[in-house]
């Protein structure tokens, strides 16, 4: 009984902690909260005035598709496609299709992959699970298969390739993740020559420079590399094999998925649709690494692992994408955080996302600002080693082989913020 007590006592004072957290978080840093509420009210109405261009967005994919087609030729993909797709391809294609087999995506591991999938779970009424059992059943007859992969529509998401490797180290190893196990654990044991038994057991120090060296060495021996880190033109989805009436980057996915919507709505592929729909499924997304953030903690729960760490990397990694302001410490106290469940930590995070909407600009820095950071501690060896993994990548989808604020070195790195200081 006084046990019970204890718990709501400590339940009830949380509570009113959190509270005051809240009102703490308003008024933090008051260079930041200047104007932010009228801020936030002109960005909203700009968004809503605001048109997607479609016309705009349909010529940028001609020139993207124009792109691909020539470099494929120059890296000897000699065909026209003229021939129809073969049975290899089509057994290979990593494809989710749409219930009336008119919509394929290929997915690509770090490529928006999650929004997009939640974007066709809404409007085709069929989750991700669903799109994969009809594309198997589709591939299970070749008759059927060949004529869906040559009718359905069908696209794919590309992103700069030196990025798309720091997201999923940020979001695979760096935030408190079950991947630690699952995947950190295999590449430690090949990359470091003398990992502590707690390192192989939960895989949760992996560095930035430990992947890359794993992506190197299995690249050049032509060894399996994760799907989240290996080339995009992987033959899963191969565009040089594979015809793909659109591509989409992560860049501009957000007006891409509009454009996607507007065309199938108009040829009545899918019904009606909610008009704020990129912007929801964006916000669902927002919550998903918090979410492996405590699940995380229950599997680490008898390991030495710094609780206040985890706590730290989850917080350091909103930081690093660009949705807290880095002039906003994490305001837990270590006595308080086995009392943070959940929806407390969300509603923090939330109100420092608002806080951080008047910095906006600088706020967004972080992301090239974290990342310039990470691969700082490469070195120009590796680096170079990498442009031969990620340079087809460049070429087919118009990036640069060798972007100057990543192996130019000769000036140096402005910030004092460590953004990976809890590793």
């Known amino acids: 009984m006084y046990r019970r007590m204890e718990v709501r006592y400590l339940y009830f004072a949380i509570t009113l902690w959190c509270i005051g957290l809240d009102f703490k978080l308003l008024i933090y840093k008051p260079h930041l909260e200047q104007n932010s509420r009228q801020s936030m009210v002109v960005n909203r109405i700009i ?27 120059a890296l000897g993909y000699l065909g026209d496609y003229s021939s129809g797709i073969s049975t290899s391809v089509i057994s290979g294609i990593r494809a989710h ?23 066709m779970r809404r409007v085709f009424d069929c989750d991700t699970d669903c799109l994969v059992d009809i594309a198997m059943n589709v591939k299970s007859s070749r008759e059927l298969a060949r004529k869906v992969f040559e009718k359905a529509f069908s696209f794919m998401i590309a992103r700069e390739p030196y990025g798309r490797l720091f997201s999923s180290y940020g979001n695979l190893f760096y935030l ?42 299995n690249y050049e021996n032509d060894s399996y590399i994760d799907p989240h880190v290996r080339p995009m ?89 660009g949705l ?46 974290a990342m310039k950071q990470a691969y700082s501690t490469v070195p120009m060896e590796y680096m170079e080693r990498l442009v031969n993994v990620v340079k087809d990548d460049c070429l087919l989808f118009g990036y640069e082989e060798r972007p100057a604020f990543l192996f130019d070195r000769s000036t140096e790195d402005k910030t004092d913020f460590d953004y990976f200081k809890a590793l």
Not at 47 to 73: D, G
Not at 99 to 113: E, H, I, T
Not at 338 to 360: C, G, H, P, Q, V
């Open 47 to 73: 968004e809503i005035k605001s048109k997607v261009n479609f016309e705009a967005i349909e010529e940028r994919n001609t020139q993207r598709i124009q792109t691909l087609r020539t470099s494929c030729k």
């Open 97 to 119: 299709i749409s219930p009336a087999l008119d919509v394929l995506f290929c997915r690509v591991n770090k490529c928006g992959s999650t929004l997009a999938l939640e974007v």
């Open 176 to 217: 408190p993740k079950e991947d630690w196990i699952s995947r950190a654990v295999k590449i430690i044991k090949q990359v470091r020559k003398h990992p502590s038994e707690e390192s192989l057991q939960f895989g949760h120090d992996l560095t930035f420079f430990e992947l890359i060296k794993y992506i190197v060495h």
């Open 233 to 321: 033109h992987h033959a899963s989805c191969n565009p040089c094999s594979y015809r793909f009436d659109f591509l989409a980057k992560i860049e501009t996915l957000s007006s891409d998925l509009e454009y996607l919507l507007h065309d199938w709505h108009s040829k009545h592929v899918i019904n009606e649709y909610p008009s704020n729909i990129i912007a929801d499924v964006k916000d669902w997304t927002t919550w998903g690494p918090l979410k492996h953030f405590y699940s995380t903690i229950n599997l680490t729960v008898n390991s030495s692992i710094p609780l206040n760490k985890m706590y730290l990397r989850t917080w350091t990694y909103y930081q690093m994408k």
């Open 324 to 369: 807290v302001s880095k002039q906003i410490d994490m305001p837990f106290r270590d006595s308080e955080l086995w009392y943070i469940d959940f929806n407390i930590y969300r509603r923090i995070l939330t109100n420092a996302m608002k806080l951080s909407e008047s910095d906006r600009k600088n706020v967004e820095n972080q992301r090239l600002e």
